[in-house]
Every structure is written in C-alpha cells, then in structure tokens.
C-alpha cells in the first residue's frame, strides 16, 4: 500500500514538481486568501443545490462545513506545504469522504467546481498573463491534491475489503483485473 509520500512522488514524476507552482502562488498569497469566504459559499452553495451532495451533510452543519474549507483553501493558496499537509490531504480529507460516503466522482467533480470557480476569480482580478501563471500553479496544486484524496480514499477501500474477506491486497488486485477484463476486455 501506498503511502502519501510515494502518491506524491508518482504525481511529480508525471505531471511535474509542485515546488515551482507553491512559489507562484506564495507570491500571491496575502490577495488570494481573501477569496476564503467567496469560495466557501461557491462551493457550497453548488453542493446544497445538489441533492446527491446535499444529503451528506446534517441539519445545520453548513457554517461548520464552510469554515472547514476556508481553512483548506487558505492553506492552499499559502503554497506553503509540509509533509503533514500532504498527509493530511491523503488520510483527514480523503478519509472523511470515506466516512460521510462521498464517492470520488463527487470529490473529483467538485475539485473542477474549485479550479473553474478560482479561475474565473484570478480572470476578474488580475493582467491575463499573471491570471494564467496563478491559475496554472492552483490548478497544478490541486490536482496533486485531488490525486491524493482518490488514492487515499481507494486505499481505504482495499483495505477494508482485505480486512473483512482476508484476502491479500496481491490477490484483491489480481481479482479486480479479471474483473475489468471481463467487463472491458483484454487491455
């Protein structure tokens, strides 16, 4: 199994580093985390107008819930990022999607609602070329992010199904590729 670490050295390997994208967004970091309230109401206001997404929530946790993501979103465009914020990524937010029964395909969908959502701010608010540099850096960040809650999410799974059946993750893997040949062919 995988942990955050070797997530984020495959990311890098083949999408790029994200070093050179954590100093753009640095370098517009004060001006960026103003945006926090903007996009905490974005966001959810998409989310509770969906009511797919909307049933994961209780009755009256939106002002907690938005908090939560002004946090993560200022944390973001710090681009200040240790090993325990990449950890964190990986196990607290894509293990709570776990834990509230969040699919990937909403968290995945919902990170392209943050990037457009960002994008069309950074348009609004700076010179096009500056625009696309910040765009381009939060865009690169997210990703790894969003790359790290799927696999922290997916890993969960595997081992959930290992601990109830006793399989091995080898013979889950072996099993899951049967499957996908049968259902999607050869290759």
Do not use: C
């Amino acid at each position: 199994m995988k942990d955050h670490r070797q997530v984020l050295r495959d990311f890098e390997a083949i999408s790029g580093p994200i070093e050179p994208y954590a100093e753009v967004l640095k370098r517009y970091a004060d001006r960026l985390k103003e945006w926090d309230e903007f996009f905490a109401k974005a966001f959810y206001d998409t989310l509770f107008s969906y009511g797919p997404t909307a049933s994961v929530f209780r009755e009256g946790e939106r002002p907690e819930r938005e908090e939560a993501l002004k946090v993560w979103y200022r944390k973001v465009v710090s681009g200040e990022y240790d090993d325990a914020f990449w950890d964190w990524q990986f196990r607290k937010v894509g293990l709570s999607h776990v834990v509230r029964g969040i699919p990937n395909e909403f968290m995945l969908s919902a990170m392209s609602l943050v990037q457009r959502v960002f994008f069309h701010k950074v348009l609004e608010a700076f010179p096009s070329d500056e625009a696309v540099r910040i765009y381009g850096a939060f865009k690169h960040v997210t990703d790894a992010i969003a790359t790290l809650i799927a696999a922290g999410y997916m890993y969960s799974y595997l081992d959930a199904v290992s601990e109830s059946t006793g399989m091995s993750l080898k013979l889950i893997e072996r099993h899951a590729i049967l499957v996908a040949r049968r259902e999607y062919g050869k290759d």
